[in-house]
Nanobody
Framework: QVQLVESGGGLVQPGGSLRLSCAAS????????MGWFRQAAGKEREFVAA????????KSADAVKGRFTISRDNAKNTLYLQMNSLKPEDTAVYYCAASASGNWAQIHSLLYDYWGQGTQVTISS
């Protein structure tokens, strides 16, 4: 079992930055593939970014490439999402997820085994 707790969400003006964190416990974090997903009101959950167990493989959705960066600190059991140049369309609940398939940066939500509760990110002036 893995417990995931997101933090760092909030209200930011367009063009601003936020860094989300996801603290993991309950299983060897360094063996897990990790990802970020988001769900806007009235829309389906969508992939944002993913990273493999060692951090050497990352993938990002086209909508966030060049603006969002996923990273991890295995010594701290923590996953991060640095979000820059934020846009109103980035407004959503952001979820951290963990996959037992740690070798790859998984983009499909069905390949994730554990999910956090989510943190709200609102981009508005």
């Amino acid at each position: 079992q893995v417990q995931l707790v997101e933090s760092g969400g909030g209200l930011v003006q367009p063009g601003g930055s936020l860094r989300l964190s996801c603290a993991a416990s309950g299983r060897t974090f360094s063996r897990l593939g990790m990802g970020w997903f988001r769900q806007a009101a009235g829309k389906e959950r969508e992939f944002v970014a993913a990273i493999n167990w060692g951090g050497g493989i990352t993938k990002s959705a086209d909508a966030v490439k060049g603006r969002f960066t996923i990273s991890r600190d295995n010594a701290k059991n923590t996953l991060y999402l640095q979000m820059n140049s934020l846009k109103p369309e980035d407004t959503a609940v952001y979820y951290c997820a963990a996959s037992a398939s740690g070798n790859w940066a998984q983009i499909h939500s069905l390949l994730y085994d554990y999910w956090g509760q989510g943190t709200q990110v609102t981009i508005s002036s």
